[in-house]
Protein backbone atom coordinates (compact mmCIF):
# COMPACT_ATOMS: atom_id res chain seq x y z
CA UNK A 1 0.00 0.00 0.00
CA UNK A 2 1.34 3.40 -1.23
CA UNK A 3 2.53 5.63 2.32
CA UNK A 4 0.22 8.50 3.38
CA UNK A 5 1.80 11.90 3.16
CA UNK A 6 3.06 12.86 6.17
CA UNK A 7 0.32 15.44 6.54
CA UNK A 8 -2.25 13.23 5.68
CA UNK A 9 -1.42 10.62 8.59
CA UNK A 10 -3.01 11.13 11.96
CA UNK A 11 -1.82 13.37 14.66
CA UNK A 12 0.36 14.89 12.21
CA UNK A 13 2.04 18.09 14.00
CA UNK A 14 5.71 19.72 14.74
CA UNK A 15 6.76 16.41 16.79
CA UNK A 16 6.19 14.42 13.50
CA UNK A 17 7.64 17.11 11.11
CA UNK A 18 11.10 17.15 13.53
CA UNK A 19 11.03 13.59 13.38
CA UNK A 20 10.75 12.89 9.46
CA UNK A 21 13.65 15.87 9.34
CA UNK A 22 15.60 13.52 11.31
CA UNK A 23 15.48 10.48 9.84
CA UNK A 24 15.74 12.14 6.26
CA UNK A 25 19.02 13.68 7.44
CA UNK A 26 17.71 17.01 6.59
CA UNK A 27 18.18 18.31 10.74
CA UNK A 28 20.94 19.20 12.64
CA UNK A 29 21.00 18.93 16.28
CA UNK A 30 22.91 20.95 18.41
CA UNK A 31 23.90 19.99 21.69
CA UNK A 32 25.94 22.72 23.00
CA UNK A 33 24.04 25.33 25.42
CA UNK A 34 23.63 28.71 23.14
CA UNK A 35 22.64 31.53 23.72
CA UNK A 36 19.42 32.39 22.78
CA UNK A 37 20.56 36.20 21.94
CA UNK A 38 21.86 36.51 18.49
CA UNK A 39 24.49 33.17 19.00
CA UNK A 40 21.22 30.92 18.51
CA UNK A 41 20.43 32.70 14.94
CA UNK A 42 23.74 32.86 14.11
CA UNK A 43 24.47 29.16 14.06
CA UNK A 44 20.62 28.48 12.40
CA UNK A 45 22.07 30.73 10.11
CA UNK A 46 25.20 28.83 8.94
CA UNK A 47 22.38 25.76 8.25
CA UNK A 48 20.05 27.96 6.45
CA UNK A 49 18.76 27.06 2.85
CA UNK A 50 19.98 23.28 3.44
CA UNK A 51 18.93 21.61 6.76
CA UNK A 52 16.90 22.32 10.19
CA UNK A 53 18.32 22.84 12.88
CA UNK A 54 17.36 21.59 16.59
CA UNK A 55 19.06 23.28 19.89
CA UNK A 56 18.38 20.50 22.40
CA UNK A 57 19.77 23.49 25.22
CA UNK A 58 19.21 26.79 25.21
CA UNK A 59 21.21 28.50 28.00
CA UNK A 60 18.61 29.96 30.64
CA UNK A 61 16.00 27.82 29.24
CA UNK A 62 13.70 24.80 29.71
CA UNK A 63 12.46 24.35 26.30
CA UNK A 64 14.42 23.69 22.97
CA UNK A 65 14.12 25.83 20.36
CA UNK A 66 13.39 24.67 16.40
CA UNK A 67 14.06 25.99 13.24
CA UNK A 68 14.26 25.94 9.45
CA UNK A 69 11.51 23.68 9.28
CA UNK A 70 10.33 25.69 5.76
CA UNK A 71 14.76 26.36 4.79
CA UNK A 72 14.16 23.99 1.89
CA UNK A 73 11.48 23.18 -0.39
CA UNK A 74 12.32 19.77 -1.08
CA UNK A 75 11.59 19.22 2.71
CA UNK A 76 8.16 20.22 2.74
CA UNK A 77 7.47 18.84 -0.73
CA UNK A 78 8.47 15.54 0.89
CA UNK A 79 6.04 16.78 4.39
CA UNK A 80 3.39 17.16 1.54
CA UNK A 81 3.83 14.22 -0.76
CA UNK A 82 4.36 16.01 -3.88
CA UNK A 83 7.24 17.13 -6.40
CA UNK A 84 8.46 20.50 -5.43
CA UNK A 85 7.52 22.04 -8.23
CA UNK A 86 3.89 20.81 -8.05
CA UNK A 87 3.99 22.59 -4.23
CA UNK A 88 2.24 26.04 -5.50
CA UNK A 89 -0.34 23.76 -7.51
CA UNK A 90 -1.22 21.94 -4.71
CA UNK A 91 -1.40 25.10 -2.86
CA UNK A 92 -3.60 26.73 -5.42
CA UNK A 93 -6.12 23.86 -5.32
CA UNK A 94 -6.40 23.54 -1.66
CA UNK A 95 -7.63 27.19 -1.53
CA UNK A 96 -9.59 26.78 -4.96
CA UNK A 97 -11.22 23.88 -2.50
CA UNK A 98 -11.62 25.91 -0.25
CA UNK A 99 -13.22 28.45 -1.84
CA UNK A 100 -15.90 26.49 -3.50
CA UNK A 101 -16.72 24.12 -0.40
CA UNK A 102 -14.97 25.25 3.28
CA UNK A 103 -14.84 22.78 6.29
CA UNK A 104 -14.96 24.20 9.30
CA UNK A 105 -12.68 23.64 12.03
CA UNK A 106 -13.32 21.60 14.88
CA UNK A 107 -13.28 23.07 18.26
CA UNK A 108 -12.08 21.24 21.62
CA UNK A 109 -12.38 21.42 25.28
CA UNK A 110 -8.62 20.52 25.80
CA UNK A 111 -5.53 19.39 23.09
CA UNK A 112 -2.05 19.14 23.85
CA UNK A 113 -1.30 22.59 23.42
CA UNK A 114 -3.29 23.08 26.92
CA UNK A 115 -1.63 19.81 28.69
CA UNK A 116 0.20 22.45 31.09
CA UNK A 117 -0.66 26.29 32.01
CA UNK A 118 2.43 28.30 32.87
CA UNK A 119 1.97 29.31 36.94
CA UNK A 120 2.01 33.37 36.50
CA UNK A 121 2.32 34.75 33.30
CA UNK A 122 6.05 35.03 31.85
CA UNK A 123 7.58 35.44 28.59
CA UNK A 124 10.23 35.72 30.08
CA UNK A 125 10.02 31.63 30.23
CA UNK A 126 9.72 31.13 26.44
CA UNK A 127 13.41 30.85 24.63
CA UNK A 128 12.45 33.63 22.30
CA UNK A 129 15.59 34.72 20.18
CA UNK A 130 17.02 37.87 19.42
CA UNK A 131 17.97 37.08 15.63
CA UNK A 132 20.27 39.94 14.09
CA UNK A 133 22.08 41.80 15.50
CA UNK A 134 20.39 45.34 15.66
CA UNK A 135 16.81 43.64 16.41
CA UNK A 136 14.92 45.89 19.13
CA UNK A 137 14.58 42.81 21.09
CA UNK A 138 13.48 38.95 21.47
CA UNK A 139 10.82 38.56 18.35
CA UNK A 140 8.46 35.74 17.50
CA UNK A 141 8.14 36.05 14.01
CA UNK A 142 6.25 32.51 13.15
CA UNK A 143 3.64 32.54 15.49
CA UNK A 144 0.05 32.46 14.04
CA UNK A 145 -2.76 35.14 15.84
CA UNK A 146 -6.35 34.23 15.51
CA UNK A 147 -8.85 36.80 15.67
CA UNK A 148 -11.72 37.18 15.47
CA UNK A 149 -14.07 39.93 13.46
CA UNK A 150 -16.17 42.15 15.65
CA UNK A 151 -18.83 42.49 13.69
CA UNK A 152 -19.36 39.34 11.99
CA UNK A 153 -17.57 36.69 14.34
CA UNK A 154 -15.35 35.39 11.68
CA UNK A 155 -11.91 34.28 12.79
CA UNK A 156 -8.64 35.74 11.03
CA UNK A 157 -5.33 33.91 10.52
CA UNK A 158 -2.02 35.78 10.69
CA UNK A 159 1.40 36.26 11.25
CA UNK A 160 2.79 39.39 12.43
CA UNK A 161 6.38 39.86 14.24
CA UNK A 162 6.10 40.51 17.91
CA UNK A 163 8.76 41.92 20.26
CA UNK A 164 9.12 40.94 23.81
CA UNK A 165 8.87 44.10 25.77
CA UNK A 166 7.94 42.64 29.39
CA UNK A 167 6.65 39.34 31.28
CA UNK A 168 2.93 40.11 29.82
CA UNK A 169 3.76 42.49 27.26
CA UNK A 170 4.64 42.90 23.24
CA UNK A 171 4.39 45.36 20.82
CA UNK A 172 3.61 44.45 17.09
CA UNK A 173 3.81 45.60 13.64
CA UNK A 174 0.04 45.41 11.46
CA UNK A 175 0.89 46.57 8.06
CA UNK A 176 -2.04 48.72 6.36
CA UNK A 177 -4.38 46.07 4.66
CA UNK A 178 -4.28 43.53 6.87
CA UNK A 179 -7.33 41.92 8.22
CA UNK A 180 -5.93 42.03 11.93
CA UNK A 181 -5.72 45.57 11.88
CA UNK A 182 -9.42 46.45 10.33
CA UNK A 183 -10.65 43.84 13.26
CA UNK A 184 -8.33 45.92 15.56
CA UNK A 185 -9.43 49.32 14.25
CA UNK A 186 -12.75 48.69 14.42
CA UNK A 187 -12.19 47.47 18.36
CA UNK A 188 -10.65 50.42 18.95
CA UNK A 189 -13.24 52.82 17.70
CA UNK A 190 -15.43 51.20 20.50
CA UNK A 191 -12.73 51.67 23.34
CA UNK A 192 -12.75 47.68 23.01
CA UNK A 193 -9.35 45.34 22.73
CA UNK A 194 -9.31 43.17 20.72
CA UNK A 195 -8.96 39.59 21.75
CA UNK A 196 -6.11 36.94 20.00
CA UNK A 197 -4.14 33.78 21.04
CA UNK A 198 -0.84 33.46 19.40
CA UNK A 199 -0.17 30.05 19.00
CA UNK A 200 3.66 28.80 18.51
CA UNK A 201 4.86 25.15 17.03
CA UNK A 202 2.35 24.66 14.67
CA UNK A 203 2.06 22.58 11.36
CA UNK A 204 2.70 23.58 8.37
CA UNK A 205 -0.82 23.13 6.79
CA UNK A 206 -2.33 25.95 9.44
CA UNK A 207 1.65 27.72 8.89
CA UNK A 208 0.50 27.96 4.78
CA UNK A 209 -3.22 28.65 6.07
CA UNK A 210 -1.79 31.89 7.61
CA UNK A 211 -0.06 33.02 4.82
CA UNK A 212 -2.43 32.66 2.26
CA UNK A 213 -3.00 36.63 0.96
CA UNK A 214 -5.74 38.45 1.12
CA UNK A 215 -6.61 38.86 -2.50
CA UNK A 216 -7.11 34.66 -2.77
CA UNK A 217 -9.09 35.20 1.16
CA UNK A 218 -11.32 37.96 1.48
CA UNK A 219 -11.72 39.55 5.14
CA UNK A 220 -15.42 37.78 5.39
CA UNK A 221 -13.91 33.85 5.23
CA UNK A 222 -11.98 32.29 7.83
CA UNK A 223 -8.79 31.13 6.15
CA UNK A 224 -8.36 27.95 8.87
CA UNK A 225 -10.42 26.22 6.35
CA UNK A 226 -7.20 26.42 3.56
CA UNK A 227 -5.84 23.87 6.57
CA UNK A 228 -8.17 21.54 6.67
CA UNK A 229 -8.69 21.57 2.56
CA UNK A 230 -4.95 20.38 2.87
CA UNK A 231 -5.15 17.77 5.87
CA UNK A 232 -8.02 16.84 4.12
CA UNK A 233 -10.47 16.85 7.60
CA UNK A 234 -10.61 19.45 9.85
CA UNK A 235 -8.14 21.58 11.75
CA UNK A 236 -8.40 21.03 15.43
CA UNK A 237 -8.60 23.91 17.71
CA UNK A 238 -8.72 24.40 21.63
CA UNK A 239 -10.93 26.80 23.62
CA UNK A 240 -8.93 29.53 25.54
CA UNK A 241 -9.52 30.31 29.51
CA UNK A 242 -9.67 33.90 29.44
CA UNK A 243 -10.14 35.25 25.52
CA UNK A 244 -13.29 34.18 23.60
CA UNK A 245 -10.79 32.98 20.85
CA UNK A 246 -9.77 29.76 19.93
CA UNK A 247 -6.12 28.54 19.49
CA UNK A 248 -4.41 25.90 17.14
CA UNK A 249 -4.70 22.70 19.73
CA UNK A 250 -1.90 20.97 18.27
CA UNK A 251 0.79 23.76 18.75
CA UNK A 252 3.75 23.53 20.98
CA UNK A 253 2.27 26.91 23.14
CA UNK A 254 -0.63 29.29 23.23
CA UNK A 255 -0.48 32.80 24.46
CA UNK A 256 -3.97 34.07 24.96
CA UNK A 257 -3.98 37.61 24.84
CA UNK A 258 -5.79 40.84 23.62
CA UNK A 259 -4.26 44.06 21.56
CA UNK A 260 -4.54 47.34 23.53
CA UNK A 261 -6.92 49.68 22.07
CA UNK A 262 -5.44 53.48 22.03
CA UNK A 263 -1.91 52.44 23.22
CA UNK A 264 1.17 52.13 21.24
CA UNK A 265 4.72 51.80 22.43
CA UNK A 266 8.07 51.20 20.70
CA UNK A 267 8.86 48.01 18.34
CA UNK A 268 11.67 48.01 16.46
CA UNK A 269 13.92 47.70 14.87
CA UNK A 270 13.66 43.93 13.10
CA UNK A 271 15.46 42.50 10.55
CA UNK A 272 13.19 41.90 8.17
CA UNK A 273 12.95 39.55 4.87
CA UNK A 274 13.83 42.11 2.46
CA UNK A 275 17.39 41.87 3.89
CA UNK A 276 16.67 45.28 5.63
CA UNK A 277 15.76 46.28 9.24
CA UNK A 278 12.32 47.50 9.70
CA UNK A 279 12.23 51.01 11.65
CA UNK A 280 11.68 51.26 15.13
CA UNK A 281 8.04 53.24 15.50
CA UNK A 282 5.37 53.75 18.16
CA UNK A 283 3.06 50.57 17.56
CA UNK A 284 0.44 48.09 18.68
CA UNK A 285 0.52 46.27 22.06
CA UNK A 286 -0.30 43.08 22.86
CA UNK A 287 -0.62 42.24 27.00
CA UNK A 288 -0.96 38.27 27.90
CA UNK A 289 -3.57 37.38 29.87
CA UNK A 290 -2.19 33.30 29.92
CA UNK A 291 0.23 31.00 28.24
CA UNK A 292 -0.56 26.95 27.69
CA UNK A 293 1.88 24.54 26.91
CA UNK A 294 2.29 21.12 25.86
CA UNK A 295 4.43 19.00 28.55
CA UNK A 296 7.09 18.81 26.18
CA UNK A 297 6.72 21.96 24.06
CA UNK A 298 9.73 22.96 21.40
CA UNK A 299 9.63 26.47 20.94
CA UNK A 300 9.84 27.32 16.99
CA UNK A 301 11.28 30.49 15.68
CA UNK A 302 12.25 30.92 11.54
CA UNK A 303 15.50 33.02 10.27
CA UNK A 304 13.72 36.44 8.19
CA UNK A 305 15.15 34.99 4.70
CA UNK A 306 14.54 31.52 2.94
CA UNK A 307 12.28 30.39 5.45
CA UNK A 308 10.57 33.12 4.40
CA UNK A 309 10.99 32.87 0.79
CA UNK A 310 10.17 29.07 0.76
CA UNK A 311 6.85 29.56 2.62
CA UNK A 312 5.00 33.07 2.36
CA UNK A 313 7.03 32.95 -1.76
CA UNK A 314 5.13 29.80 -2.28
CA UNK A 315 1.54 30.79 -1.31
CA UNK A 316 2.55 33.87 -3.06
CA UNK A 317 3.40 32.11 -6.09
CA UNK A 318 0.31 30.00 -6.36
CA UNK A 319 -2.12 32.75 -5.78
CA UNK A 320 -0.60 35.04 -8.49
CA UNK A 321 -0.79 31.74 -10.36
CA UNK A 322 -4.48 31.56 -10.56
CA UNK A 323 -5.17 35.41 -10.47
CA UNK A 324 -2.96 35.61 -13.73
CA UNK A 325 -4.40 32.63 -15.11
CA UNK A 326 -7.73 33.97 -14.96
CA UNK A 327 -6.98 36.45 -17.26
CA UNK A 328 -4.60 35.42 -19.69
CA UNK A 329 -4.52 32.21 -21.52
CA UNK A 330 -1.21 30.16 -21.56
CA UNK A 331 0.63 30.71 -17.73
CA UNK A 332 2.45 27.81 -17.35
CA UNK A 333 4.16 28.39 -13.96
CA UNK A 334 5.41 31.74 -11.23
CA UNK A 335 8.35 31.98 -9.22
CA UNK A 336 9.12 34.35 -6.47
CA UNK A 337 13.14 34.58 -6.21
CA UNK A 338 14.90 34.31 -3.11
CA UNK A 339 16.66 37.64 -4.84
CA UNK A 340 13.54 39.12 -4.38
CA UNK A 341 12.90 38.26 -0.95
CA UNK A 342 10.21 36.34 -2.43
CA UNK A 343 7.80 39.59 -2.28
CA UNK A 344 9.55 41.98 -4.94
CA UNK A 345 9.96 39.78 -8.55
CA UNK A 346 8.29 37.34 -9.74
CA UNK A 347 9.00 35.30 -13.07
CA UNK A 348 6.18 34.18 -14.84
CA UNK A 349 6.47 31.47 -17.39
CA UNK A 350 3.78 31.79 -20.85
CA UNK A 351 3.00 28.87 -23.58
CA UNK A 352 1.98 32.14 -25.55
CA UNK A 353 -0.46 31.35 -28.47
CA UNK A 354 -0.75 34.73 -29.65
CA UNK A 355 1.41 37.77 -29.31
CA UNK A 356 0.99 40.44 -26.35
CA UNK A 357 -0.23 38.16 -24.05
CA UNK A 358 2.88 38.54 -22.50
CA UNK A 359 2.72 41.67 -22.04
CA UNK A 360 -0.85 41.48 -20.29
CA UNK A 361 0.41 38.73 -18.00
CA UNK A 362 3.08 41.49 -16.69
CA UNK A 363 0.25 43.82 -15.71
CA UNK A 364 -1.46 41.22 -14.20
CA UNK A 365 0.78 39.85 -12.39
CA UNK A 366 1.71 43.39 -10.80
CA UNK A 367 -2.50 43.89 -9.73
CA UNK A 368 -2.58 40.49 -8.37
CA UNK A 369 0.28 40.50 -5.78
CA UNK A 370 0.95 44.67 -4.79
CA UNK A 371 4.14 43.86 -3.42
CA UNK A 372 5.81 43.14 -6.99
CA UNK A 373 8.23 45.73 -7.75
CA UNK A 374 9.43 43.54 -10.64
CA UNK A 375 8.23 40.71 -13.47
CA UNK A 376 10.03 38.94 -16.52
CA UNK A 377 7.75 36.90 -18.40
CA UNK A 378 9.50 34.33 -20.56
CA UNK A 379 8.37 31.29 -22.64
CA UNK A 380 8.39 27.49 -21.51
CA UNK A 381 11.88 26.87 -22.63
CA UNK A 382 13.23 28.92 -19.61
CA UNK A 383 13.82 27.20 -16.37
CA UNK A 384 11.75 29.91 -13.76
CA UNK A 385 13.76 28.31 -10.93
CA UNK A 386 17.40 28.69 -12.37
CA UNK A 387 17.96 32.55 -12.17
CA UNK A 388 20.85 31.52 -15.01
CA UNK A 389 18.65 30.46 -17.22
CA UNK A 390 16.25 33.74 -15.99
CA UNK A 391 18.99 35.78 -17.13
CA UNK A 392 19.46 34.14 -20.57
CA UNK A 393 16.15 34.97 -21.84
CA UNK A 394 16.56 38.76 -20.84
CA UNK A 395 20.00 38.90 -22.39
CA UNK A 396 19.19 37.22 -25.53
CA UNK A 397 15.15 37.70 -26.03
CA UNK A 398 14.65 41.60 -24.06
CA UNK A 399 15.00 44.35 -26.15
CA UNK A 400 15.16 47.08 -23.31
CA UNK A 401 13.63 49.80 -26.12
CA UNK A 402 10.66 47.79 -26.79
CA UNK A 403 10.43 45.13 -24.29
CA UNK A 404 10.09 47.41 -21.00
CA UNK A 405 6.79 48.43 -18.88
CA UNK A 406 7.49 51.38 -16.38
CA UNK A 407 3.96 51.72 -14.20
CA UNK A 408 5.18 54.65 -11.75
CA UNK A 409 3.52 55.86 -8.38
CA UNK A 410 1.54 52.83 -7.93
CA UNK A 411 1.19 51.20 -4.34
CA UNK A 412 3.73 48.87 -3.05
CA UNK A 413 5.49 47.35 -0.19
CA UNK A 414 6.18 49.59 2.75
CA UNK A 415 9.02 47.36 3.67
CA UNK A 416 10.79 47.68 0.73
CA UNK A 417 13.17 50.89 1.27
CA UNK A 418 12.48 52.51 -2.21
CA UNK A 419 8.71 52.67 -1.45
CA UNK A 420 8.29 56.42 -0.39
CA UNK A 421 4.61 57.05 1.24
CA UNK A 422 3.32 53.44 0.10
CA UNK A 423 4.64 54.46 -3.43
CA UNK A 424 6.70 52.80 -5.86
CA UNK A 425 7.25 52.47 -9.49
CA UNK A 426 7.64 48.93 -11.20
CA UNK A 427 8.90 47.34 -14.32
CA UNK A 428 8.16 44.33 -16.38
CA UNK A 429 10.27 42.84 -18.81
CA UNK A 430 8.81 40.79 -21.78
CA UNK A 431 12.09 38.51 -22.47
CA UNK A 432 9.74 36.09 -24.42
CA UNK A 433 10.94 35.15 -28.08
CA UNK A 434 8.14 36.90 -31.03
CA UNK A 435 5.62 34.57 -31.43
CA UNK A 436 5.64 32.20 -33.42
CA UNK A 437 9.47 31.60 -32.57
CA UNK A 438 11.24 32.83 -35.69
CA UNK A 439 14.14 30.38 -36.47
CA UNK A 440 16.92 32.67 -34.92
CA UNK A 441 15.47 32.77 -31.57
CA UNK A 442 15.50 28.79 -31.56
CA UNK A 443 17.28 26.97 -28.31
CA UNK A 444 20.23 25.07 -29.21
CA UNK A 445 19.21 21.18 -28.01
CA UNK A 446 21.19 18.16 -27.37
CA UNK A 447 20.10 14.55 -27.37
CA UNK A 448 18.28 13.19 -24.76
CA UNK A 449 20.33 10.20 -22.55
CA UNK A 450 19.93 8.00 -19.78
CA UNK A 451 22.87 8.53 -17.58
CA UNK A 452 22.23 5.77 -15.39
CA UNK A 453 23.12 3.57 -18.16
CA UNK A 454 27.07 4.67 -18.93
CA UNK A 455 29.80 3.88 -16.74
CA UNK A 456 32.22 6.68 -15.74
CA UNK A 457 35.57 6.23 -13.51
MN1 LIG B 1 -7.86 37.07 6.51
Not at 83 to 90: G, N
Not at 106 to 117: F, H, N, S, Y
Not at 256 to 266: K, N
Not at 358 to 383: E, G, T, Y
Amino acid sequence: MEQLALIKQKGFDLQKCIAFLQQSNKLVTVENSVNAHYELAGVAREFEGKQAVLFNQVAGYDYPVFTGLYSNRNALAEIFGCPVKELPFLFSEAVAAWQKDPIAPVVLDRGPATEAVMDGVDLGRLPVPIHALGDGGPYLDCSVVIAKDPDTGVRNLSIHRMMVTGPQRMTMLMDTGRHLRDYYERAERRGQPLEITISNGIDPSVYIAAVVPGSAAPIDTDELGIASALLGRSVELVRSRTVDVEGVANAQFIIEAEILPHVREEEGPFAEVAGYYGKQDKRWVVNVKSISHRKAPIFQTLLPGKEVFNSVGLMGEANIFNLVSRQVPGITGVHLTHGGGGFYHAVVQIKKVYEGTQRNAILAAMAAFPSLKQVIVVDDDVDIYNAEDVEWAMCTRFNPETDTILVTKAFGHELNPVTKNGLTAKIGFDATAPYPIPKEYERVKFQAVDITKYQFK
